[in-house]
């Protein structure tokens, strides 16, 4: 019998069939990925749920039925992010506290920034977008804001217990501090992305608040 490997050629492919859930989870990611393009292109106003399920390679409808709204999209993607971000976080941050968590959170930002482009411009479009737009939305930012402050004010607070952080420093308003230059700069990237070196900006901004912050 021959074992030339030409002769496999003939042999029909064996199709691995996927599950209802995980054909569901691969549409509803191909739609989130459809739906972060055409936001960025076009904001979130000018995106319709037949175009994301076009772009995505599935019917007009797919998308309509599925989330039965923009919003309903829009919060899925926000709630799909904010895994992603978690998970991101953890890893730079680790089990750290006090000024290295806090350094940690900024590599994290930047490196979503620079490594995950079209996701971070996608959804700080979305969140500015939401103010008045989108009420979904808006709760879910206002709440991501909470939680953004309540870990940076921790971690500022373990700093001061440690004596590693000037006991002046008040945790809550550094926390304000902090998410405002976040969400400051990168509204000003997305306004102007090549007129800001992010990577500069980062450590410019790192070595002068940890410099301020140490007691």
Do not use: C
């Amino acid at each position: 019998m021959s074992t030339n490997p030409s002769s496999l050629g003939t042999l029909p492919v064996e199709r691995v069939r996927l599950t209802q859930v995980e054909r569901t989870a691969l549409s509803d990611a191909r739609m989130f990925e459809a739906a972060m393009h055409l936001i960025v292109e076009r904001g979130t106003h000018n995106t319709t749920l037949k175009e994301v399920g076009e772009k995505a390679g599935y019917s007009r409808g797919l998308a309509s039925n599925r989330f039965g709204s923009k919003e309903v999209l829009f919060g899925h993607l926000v709630r799909d992010f904010n895994e992603k971000w978690a998970a991101e976080l953890r890893r730079f941050v680790g089990g750290n506290g006090g000024l290295a968590a806090l350094g940690g959170a900024l590599d994290a930002v930047e490196f979503f920034l620079l490594n995950r482009t079209s996701q971070m411009q996608a959804m700080y479009i979305l969140w500015f977008e939401s103010i008045t737009s989108y009420p979904l939305v808006r709760r879910r930012l206002a709440a991501n804001h909470i939680a953004y402050r309540r870990d940076t004010a921790r971690w500022i607070a373990q700093g001061v217990a440690s004596g590693e952080v000037d006991p002046g420093i008040d945790p809550e308003s550094f926390a304000v501090e902090f998410s405002a230059f976040i969400f400051g700069l990168v509204y000003q990237w997305l306004a102007s992305p090549h007129s800001i070196n992010l990577h500069t900006v980062f450590q410019h901004y790192r070595n002068n608040t940890l410099h301020r912050l140490k007691a």
